[in-house]
T-cell receptor, first 113, second 112 residues
Framework: DQQVKQNSPSLSVQEGRISILNCDYT??????FLWYKKYPAEGPTFLIS?????DKNEDGRFTVFLNKSAKHLSLHIVPSQPGDSAVYFC????????????FGTGTRLTIIP | DTGVSQNPRHKITKRGQNVTFRCDPI?????LYWYRQTLGQGPEFLTY????????KSRLLSDRFSAERPKGSFSTLEIQRTEQGDSAMYLC??????????FGQGTRLTVV
């Protein structure tokens, strides 16, 4: 039972354009959502997060949007840069005391120069 | 370097052997997690500690797996009688009672 789903295994975007990565979840008990970036042979690197009480969080070129009614979140990267090429994982956790992360299967983002 | 450190980075072992991995978390973090990642999948939760107490174990953690965190500092993950299905990347992460966990570079296990 995949509680966090990333339905696009891969995405290619021109440098300078916007990259939009999507994520859906099924568990209504999830309270916090995160995006991680992963390069080959390295561990995931935390990018940005959002609490379920918000619908948007922005950090530099990265913005995460949350639509609780649709159980959907997205990560926007603008402008996209070649160094953004990596696998991006969406993750979700419960409330305080239950912070273990449930990950999606990832989306490989390729930025085309 | 004050990040999460994992050793070894790579381990090749014969089926049936025991292996042990070590994780040194960020020093002030009281929570430590172990995850496993296989090809094409996201990391899957195995277990976590708050200080030295192991608070939760996933059903993925069979009785061949054991984890410890003596004195609430570093942690070890041992796999006994390894099987080919244990081949994966084993990831350690730490946090300060918030969901934003910081991961180490992982230990890639290959069982031959």
């Amino acid at each position: 039972d995949q509680q966090v789903k990333q339905n696009s295994p891969s995405l290619s975007v021109q440098e300078g354009r916007i990259s939009i990565l999507n994520c859906d979840y099924t568990n209504s008990m999830f309270d916090y959502f995160l995006w991680y970036k992963k390069y080959p042979a390295e561990g995931p690197t935390f990018l940005i997060s959002i609490s379920s009480i918000k619908d948007k969080n922005e950090d530099g070129r990265f913005t995460v949007f949350l639509n609780k009614s649709a159980k959907h979140l997205s990560l926007h990267i603008v402008p996209s840069q070649p160094g953004d090429s990596a696998v991006y994982f969406c993750a979700a956790s419960g409330d305080f005391g239950n912070e273990k992360l449930t990950f999606g299967t990832g989306t490989r983002l390729t930025i085309i120069p | 370097d004050t990040g999460v450190s994992q050793n070894p980075r790579h381990k090749i072992t014969k089926r049936g052997q025991n292996v042990t991995f070590r994780c040194d978390p960020i020093s002030e973090h009281n929570r430590l997690y172990w995850y496993r990642q296989t090809l094409g999948q996201g990391p899957e939760f195995l277990t976590y500690f708050q200080n030295e107490a192991q608070l939760e174990k996933s059903r993925l953690l069979s009785d061949r797996f054991s984890a410890e965190r003596p004195k609430g500092s570093f942690s070890t993950l041992e796999i006994q009688r390894t099987e080919q299905g244990d081949s994966a990347m084993y990831l350690c992460a730490s946090s300060l009672e918030v969901p934003e966990a910081f991961f180490g570079q992982g230990t890639r296990l290959t069982v031959v």
